[in-house]
């Protein structure tokens, strides 16, 4: 038996040796390659990324683009040695111009942010195309972004909708939200609203905010006579995209709890979204916390916290026909107060002016009915 064991464990063995070297063999990489990939990853050797950079270099040095490119994000990103972009984004530009579409997705993506170069949309468009003409979904998603806005390129939905399908088709969430907005607008395709919802509903599902928000949209809406209009749906989809972090989507649900016209008023809840935006930095939601302040719905009645609130929200860009207003109204209830309440008035001011100091309104609340709607039977 012992014998039996001891050959078992050679044949695994040498299973295990030839698989890695038909491995190497078939893999499009370089061994070196391979090698600081290992040590990148902790694969058969322990996790080094110092390991990681030096085997990366002597691939580099060959002209090896998924190495310049590997290296140049260890060096931009500083894992395992110090940071330093401009070296880390010349490799990565070195990748790039040798055909590595990660490296071009890369370069695209810089190019849009301005990250140690230029910003410049033209040029942006030009590596994405590069990748997304290799396959490269995220690319080509991009891609087809730059075509439905008219940005770095002429705008043209068709080629949108051309590249969104090729990026959907592998998977991409994104994509899969664009592709529904263009069939949802009847873009560069023919419209198909239930076939938009779908879609939307396929990549909501999976994660994307701007998907849930467009379908808040579209069932509070109504589009077509496959999606009626339904507002528990759109509550649904709004909130779960405020809870992402979608700060349209936090003013919205603010404004139908607030408004009556749709949902019942629910002053706490309208309050702790519009709060959840301006905390984005949504001017009008902090107009509107103002005025709830200073008018006690949602929160205990307080004039000298409204005109404070009020007082930071008129130094955000406002729409001249809320800002003009606003500018009277702050003047007038300011004129009634002491010197004493103006002096709390500018220390309001300066604590909301701060993230967390705005946060404290939460607090404020007169209730914490922050209470999710039902789940759409739909």
């Given at each position: 038996m012992r014998r039996f064991s001891i050959a078992l464990l050679l044949s695994i063995l040498a299973f295990i040796v030839v698989s890695f070297f038909i491995t190497l063999w078939r893999s499009p990489y370089s061994v070196t390659t391979l090698i600081a990939s290992a040590y990148e990853e902790g694969l058969v050797v322990g996790r080094n990324p110092g390991k990681a950079a030096e085997w990366y270099l002597k691939g580099a040095?060959?002209?090896?683009?998924?190495?310049?490119?590997?290296?140049?994000?260890?060096?931009?990103?500083?894992?395992?040695?110090?940071?330093?972009?401009?070296?880390?984004?010349?490799?990565?530009?070195?990748?790039?111009?040798?055909?590595?579409?990660?490296?071009?997705?890369?370069?695209?993506?810089?190019?849009?942010?301005?990250?140690e170069i230029p910003r410049d949309f033209a040029q942006a468009a030009t590596w994405f195309r590069k990748a997304a003409e290799q396959g490269h979904a995220k690319s080509q998603r991009q891609l087809a972004s730059l075509y439905y806005k008219g940005s770095g390129i002429e705008a043209d939905p068709r080629q949108a909708f051309n590249w969104a399908s090729k990026a959907a088709a592998q998977g991409d969430n994104e994509a899969l939200t664009l592709l529904g907005t263009l069939y949802l607008f009847g873009s560069g395709v023919s419209a198909d609203p239930r076939l938009a919802v779908k879609l939307l509903t396929q990549a909501a599902t999976a994660g994307?905010?701007?998907?849930?928000?467009?379908?808040?949209?579209?069932?509070?809406?109504?589009?077509?006579?496959?999606?009626?209009?339904?507002?528990?749906?759109?509550?649904?989809?709004?909130?779960?995209?405020?809870?992402?972090?979608?700060?349209?989507?936090?003013f919205v649900l603010?404004?139908?709890?607030?408004?009556?016209?749709?949902?019942?008023?629910?002053?706490?809840?309208?309050?702790?979204?519009?709060?959840?935006?301006?905390?984005?930095?949504?001017?009008?939601?902090?107009?509107?916390?103002?005025?709830?302040?200073?008018?006690?719905?949602?929160?205990?009645?307080?004039?000298?916290?409204?005109?404070?609130?009020?007082?930071?929200?008129?130094?955000?860009?406002?729409?001249?026909?809320?800002?003009?207003?606003?500018?009277?109204?702050?003047?007038?209830?300011?004129?009634t107060l002491s010197p004493e309440q103006l002096t709390e008035v500018l220390a309001m001011e300066k604590l909301y002016s701060s993230p967390a100091g705005l946060r404290e309104l939460q607090s404020d609340l007169t209730s914490q009915q922050v209470a999710k709607p039902a789940e759409p039977t739909g």
């Open positions: 040095a060959k002209g090896d683009p998924v190495a310049q490119f590997k290296l140049g994000l260890i060096e931009y990103y500083g894992r395992g040695v110090d940071v330093d972009r401009p070296k880390g984004l010349r490799l990565i530009s070195e990748s790039a111009e040798h055909g590595n579409a990660d490296a071009q997705y890369f370069m695209g993506v810089s190019s849009i942010a301005g990250l994307d905010s701007q998907a849930s928000e467009l379908l808040g949209v579209a069932y509070f809406n109504g589009v077509g006579a496959g999606t009626p209009k339904d507002l528990p749906a759109a509550l649904h989809w709004y909130t779960r995209a405020a809870e992402q972090g979608r700060v349209n989507a936090q603010g404004h139908l709890y607030s408004s009556g016209a749709d949902v019942p008023v629910n002053y706490p809840l309208a309050n702790h979204w519009l709060l959840q935006a301006a905390l984005q930095g949504h001017a009008v939601s902090l107009v509107t916390l103002a005025v709830h302040l200073d008018n006690g719905k949602g929160f205990e009645k307080n004039k000298r916290k409204a005109c404070g609130l009020l007082r930071v929200a008129l130094k955000q860009t406002l729409p001249e026909n809320i800002a003009g207003p606003m500018r009277v109204e702050l003047e007038q209830e300011e004129k």
